[in-house]
């Protein structure tokens, strides 16, 4: 149980167009999301917190325009990376935190990651 | 905000030693103290993780003491494996901006 999905796991895409990285909780329901980024040999860094049906809420320096978060179910959450360019590569992972029942409410439950490439 | 920080950032011990990782947190309002195994290219596993009423929690060879007047908070590795060299994070769950805060990581390497 506990688990959380991300489509695709891999893309390259060319400098100046959009990408859109989904996270699907398959089997409980999240009403917060997560979404880090994390370069080689760094830690996960938390771009924004994601909550079903409201606008996200993103960490400093992270260009809301630039990476667009949209939470439309307790399922799914999805980031789009906007007008991609090469500093922009790097490892996405989401995360889900489950909103009630047996699971812990501070367990988070990751994804498998998306890696980015922007060429 | 919260800030964490973990030392040492590579370890490497012959198999069988133990292993020791430390973390360090700012906000003494944390109160959930995980920590992660993540290997090359996958997501981090979630492998013991601490809550700020308990002192300590042990899992067969993996141990988490947390020391809540200090805001330290260690990971420890029994009879290590070389399936147990990986990058391990530790984080703290900060109550005020609700979020996980990942400290820098630690390259573990066992060697048989």
């Known amino acids: 149980g506990a688990v959380v999905s991300q489509h695709p796991s891999r893309v390259i895409c060319k400098s100046g167009t959009s990408v859109k990285i989904e996270c699907r909780s398959l089997d409980f329901q999240a009403t917060t999301m997560f979404w880090y980024r994390q370069f080689p040999k760094q830690s996960l860094m938390l771009m924004a917190t994601?909550?079903?049906?409201?606008?996200?809420?993103?960490e400093q320096g992270v260009e809301k325009d630039k990476f667009l978060i949209n939470h439309a179910s307790l399922t799914l959450s999805t980031l789009t990376v906007t007008s991609a360019h090469p500093e922009d590569s790097s490892f996405y992972i989401c995360?889900?935190?489950?909103?009630?029942?047996?699971?812990?409410?501070?367990?988070?439950?990751f994804g498998p990651g998306t890696r980015l490439t922007v060429t | 905000g919260e800030n964490v920080e973990q030392h040492p950032s590579t370890l490497s011990v012959q198999e069988g030693d133990s292993a020791v990782i430390k973390c360090t947190y700012s906000d003494s309002a944390s109160n959930y103290f995980p920590w992660y195994k993540q290997e090359l290219g996958k997501r981090p596993q979630l492998i013991i993780d601490i809550r700020s009423n308990v002192g300590e929690k042990k899992d067969q060879r993996i141990a988490v003491t947390l020391n809540k007047t200090a805001k330290h908070f260690s990971l420890h590795i029994t009879e290590t494996q070389p399936e147990d060299s990986a990058v391990y994070f530790c984080?703290?769950?900060?109550?005020?901006?609700?979020?996980?805060?990942f400290g820098t990581g630690t390259r573990l390497l066992v060697s048989p």
């Open positions: 984080a703290a769950w900060t109550t005020g901006f609700q979020k996980l805060v």
């Open positions: 995360s889900a935190r489950a909103t009630s029942g047996s699971r812990s409410s501070y367990e988070q439950y």
């Open positions: 994601s909550n079903e049906g409201s606008k996200a809420t993103y």
